[in-house]
């Protein structure tokens, strides 16, 4: 039998602010309590279906939320918490500077 589908605290919803959705947050904290994961598993204690599980963890992957093995069936491993935010942060740091240094120009060519 499969594992039990375990409720996801509320600390995981304020995963927003660092750019995971609903369904982002609540991967991540299932793979972070399971460790290196199959989607299969992960999809089980998070208790949604397998195709969705892989395409948001390919998403955590893409966010740097979670690494993914070579094997096949790939294994999601999770990046600790604390590199994850700081990855968000230091994105979003980034988008900001770009943000200001367009601002001069955008600026100047409003009437």
């Given at each position: 039998m499969g594992a039990a589908v375990?409720?996801?605290?509320?600390?995981?919803?304020?995963?927003?602010?660092?750019g995971l959705d609903?369904?982002?947050a609540a991967l991540?904290?299932?793979?972070?309590?399971?460790?290196?994961?199959?989607a299969a598993e992960l999809a089980r204690a998070a208790?949604?279906?397998?195709?969705?599980?892989?395409r948001?963890?390919?998403r955590l992957v893409?966010?740097?939320?979670a690494k993914k093995s070579l094997e096949r069936p790939a294994r999601y491993l999770p990046e600790p918490v604390e590199v994850a935010?700081?990855?968000?942060?230091?994105?979003?740091?980034?988008?900001?500077g770009r943000l200001d240094a367009q601002r001069a120009a955008v600026a100047s060519s409003w009437p």
């Open positions: 375990t409720e996801v605290p509320g600390a995981a919803r304020s995963m927003e602010a660092y609903e369904s982002e991540y904290f299932h793979l972070s309590r399971l460790g290196p994961s199959r208790g949604r279906k397998r195709g969705d599980a892989y948001v963890l390919d893409a966010k740097g939320f935010l700081e990855r968000a942060v230091e994105q979003e740091r980034e988008r900001l």
